[in-house]
T-cell receptor, first 115, second 110 residues
């Protein structure tokens, strides 16, 4: 089983629609969760962290279900500028115990907002 | 507002050459990472470092080595470049509450 799984899409949605992404992770020891956004030919950028209680940042809402090992991202009132690839990212403690936690990335979900 | 820089945006090398990719961060982070990103495979961790002179293998370390002589600098070394190392290489610097990637180096090995 892959460590972090996402639907690759593409998701084609009209401007103004609500879109939801889902992600599952396999390592129950994972402690931190994030959504990153990556534009074409650019580096990934942190969009938001995901907290157990769920959190919201403007039009974006992230939720975590530890029991199901499931993370979601909801985008409301989508804009053309939301078109990008959204990466689900999970912190996986390294087996070496070296003290660094590493980020494991899903392959990303490609979102296209259409006018 | 520079946070993570990489020495080159684009690089073309020949098979067998030794290649150095440099990454510098100005946030005093202890943890630095090298990833490569390929279509259909996503980001894969090559090596990481959690302190000066400390390094750990990631998921795909074969064909690579790293160097962390100073806290702000983490270098990725391709000892003898091969065509299957053509990829986008991304450096990341991760602190307590901040995570930043460099702009990436697109390496082509001919």
């Amino acid at each position: 089983r892959k460590e972090v799984e996402q639907d690759p899409g593409p998701f084609n949605v009209p401007e103004g629609a609500t879109v939801a992404f889902n992600c599952t992770y396999s390592n129950s020891a994972s402690q931190s969760f994030f959504w990153y956004r990556q534009d074409c030919r650019k580096e990934p950028k942190l969009l938001m962290s995901v907290y157990s209680s769920g959190n919201e940042d403007g039009r974006f809402t992230a939720q975590l279900n530890r029991a199901s090992q499931y993370i979601s991202l909801l985008i409301r009132d989508s804009k053309l500028s939301d078109s990008a690839t959204y990466l689900c990212v999970v912190n996986v403690p390294f087996r070496s115990g070296g003290g660094a936690d590493g980020l494991t990335f899903g392959k990303g979900t490609h979102l296209i907002i259409q006018p | 507002d520079v946070k993570v820089t990489q020495s080159s945006r684009y690089l073309v090398k020949r098979t067998g050459e030794k290649v150095f990719l440099e990454c510098v961060q100005d946030m005093d982070h202890e943890n630095m990472f090298w990833y490569r990103q390929d279509p259909g495979l996503g980001l894969r961790l090559i090596y990481f470092s959690y302190d000066v002179k400390m390094k750990e293998k990631g998921d795909i370390p074969e064909g690579y080595s790293v160097s962390r002589e100073k806290k702000e600098r983490f270098s990725l070394i391709l000892e003898s470049a091969s065509t299957n190392q053509t990829s986008m290489y991304l450096c990341a610097s991760i602190g307590q509450d901040t995570q930043y990637f460099g702009p990436g180096t697109r390496l082509t090995v001919l």
